[in-house]
């Protein structure tokens, strides 16, 4: 376990979401006055997915379905890693082939970029191949055609499948890029989405925050804890969701910390910011 100082030093709790804050479409019962020790104790937080496949304004609208208000600056997903990364790194490509929902390629063009069409006249300067739940045969066909043509190409993220309670395999991201890499030979440019670090750089330069002010929440161990040590954040795994502590303990990947929930940081966050204040009321 950290030291009461690492916790006394968090400004910022990065916060993955289902099985973190939610299970399915049910809000934990600890996330809202979590939230609300959060905003007491003056620690601001985002709300991070890999899923691409939905703009910001409809995870906007989800989360104030489950009766969370949340701002575009509190959430921040792998179509808008991708988007940081693409204009800080190659701000020369602007023309994108974007194999992805209407959503996410909307995403794209409100941050500044042309969507290539679906012509092999029309050539783009990179391809973006994300969560695709739209999926066209043909759409594919000429993200993989751009590929063997050597255009740079980069991953949304890289989840295999989605998971679901469906009768169902929700093919993801990094099953579709399977296709085209195995069709051209080529392998993505740049996967991003957790356990890439970009995921959490790109908070930390929005917020302007160091790495050791921000912790990083989450019940999946290869992904958001993977990510965690990437970025040199802490690592905070939460037993509300997919890991238990026995995969905790068998895991090459170690979390920081290990709460049964987030009520269980929520007391951590507190203690810690109690201590450093009676510290700083007693200094002579």
Not at 44 to 67: C, I, Q, R, V
Not at 260 to 284: T, V, Y
């Amino acid at each position: 376990m950290p030291a009461t100082a690492a916790f006394a030093r968090i400004r910022h709790v990065v916060l993955d979401m289902d099985g973190t804050i939610y299970k399915g479409g049910t809000l934990f019962p600890w996330t809202r006055p979590f939230l609300e020790s959060l905003a007491r104790l003056g620690i601001g937080h985002t709300f991070l997915t890999n899923n691409p496949s939905k703009s910001s304004a409809d995870y906007l609208a989800h989360l104030e379905h489950m009766g969370l208000t949340a701002t575009p600056e509190q959430l921040y997903t792998s179509a808008q890693a991708t988007i940081d990364y693409l204009k800080i790194n190659h701000p020369a490509l602007r023309r994108l082939f974007l194999l992805g929902t209407p959503s996410m390629i909307a995403e794209f063009e409100k941050a500044g970029y042309e969507a290539a069409a679906d012509d092999p006249a029309d050539v783009p300067d990179a391809v973006v191949v994300g969560f695709d739940m739209t999926l066209a045969y043909a759409r594919l066909c000429r993200a993989a055609w751009w590929v063997s043509q050597a255009r740079p190409w980069f991953a949304t993220n890289p989840d295999r499948v989605c998971p679901t309670d469906r009768p169902t395999v929700l093919v993801d991201c990094g099953s579709i890029c399977a296709a085209i890499q195995t069709a051209t030979g080529r392998a993505p440019d740049r996967v991003f989405g957790k356990p890439d670090p970009s995921m959490l750089t790109g908070i930390l330069r929005r917020h302007r925050l160091q790495t050791a002010e921000v912790a990083m929440v989450g019940d999946r161990i290869y992904t958001d804890i993977a990510m965690a040590g990437n970025a040199a954040c802490l690592g905070v795994l939460v037993l509300s969701g997919e890991a238990t502590r026995q995969d905790a303990d068998a895991s090459a990947v170690k979390p920081d910390v290990i709460v049964e929930n987030l009520a269980g940081l929520g007391e951590l966050l507190d203690a810690a910011r109690q201590a450093s204040c009676g510290k700083l009321n007693h200094h002579p």
